[in-house]
């Protein structure tokens, strides 16, 4: 008997009025909206925009969340094409069934769609991105515990999983929590690469790089103890072939780009460094305007006083230039009639001479 174990929820839905609350919509869309905050923060410390990660995000995320489905019905078609099965299925994404790897790759179509209509590096935007992106999975895994899928082997220990439904081939028992797992690997993940971009100033894609790489290394070994029907190739599980191949890309990737390109992007949006959002915009103009006003008001001040000044100089008989400290001097009035007198006696002398010689 088990003295300890996780226990899943006897529902994943609820509902509020006609209204259904879904335990696994909830997480996937909570993970987005923690990616892009984050993102958004990392995207403004690089020099981006505020609100740019979001804008791009509208693109991205539909085409993750078609991605996903699209890599989950493919690899397990058997589920809604075979006989007995309903194809309209394929469409219930609430229900569950999301493959990472599609939601990254049509995912990433998006981005790229949404970086060229504003001019902006995709690797750039894919690096501030990665770690919320490891966040939102973290998240995301626990749509997994609503719904009661994709756990591990059976096992007693005291974290197991207790499994309570018996629907779709499931037998109730107590499992390795393998969403858990995958939950707290994201988590380190998310950590790691931010890390990773502080200490190493990565760029050019090469902190989403990382990401992938990292976590390709923890869902191998987490995908190896799943126990839910999957497709195998040699002996292993598609996704674990997937994980492999994926993380020798990423690895690949960050070799050859740290060469080519190191370092990081100095620019990573064009004209994001010229204060372009709406709320500089307007503190600009309005520090502009203040200091037009001030400059008026300065300059009238000084005319006012040149006025005054040369006013008070009129009266007391001296010349405007006087007051404002760059007129000459004027004349001493004693040494003008001494200076007349000397030359009066000269011309005095002068003249018994001349009537001696005439």
Known sequence: MELAYIPSPSRGVLYLGPVPLRGYAFCIIIGVF????????????????????????????????????????ITDYE????????????FKVWEGGLGIWGAIALGAV???????????????????????????????????????????????????LEITSSTDGRMPGTYHPTFLYESLWCIGVAVLVIWADRRFRLGHGRAFALYVAAYCAGRFWIEYMRVDDAHHILGLRLNNWTALFVFVLAVIYIVLSARKRPGREEIVEPGAGDGDDDSTALKKDADTESEKAADETTGKSSEKTAEKTADKGADSGEPSDKASGTAEKKPDAKAEKDAKAEKD????????????KS
């Open 345 to 356: 006696a000269k011309v005095s002398d002068a003249a018994p001479q001349a009537a001696e």
């Open 34 to 73: 923690v990616a892009v905050w984050l993102g958004n923060k990392r995207w403004v410390a690089r020099g981006g925009r505020a609100g740019t990660i979001a804008d791009i995000a509208v693109w991205a995320v539909p085409f993750g969340l078609i991605g996903g489905r699209l890599y989950h019905v």
């Open 79 to 90: 589920l809604y094409f075979s006989e007995g099965r309903d194809w309209v299925d394929a």
């Open 110 to 160: 998006g981005a790229w769609i949404g970086c060229r209509r504003r001019g902006i590096p995709l690797p750039a935007y894919a690096d501030a991105v990665a770690p919320g992106i490891a966040l939102a999975q973290a998240i995301g895994r626990w749509g997994n515990w609503f719904n009661q899928e994709l756990y591990g082997r059976p096992t007693d220990l005291p974290w197991a």
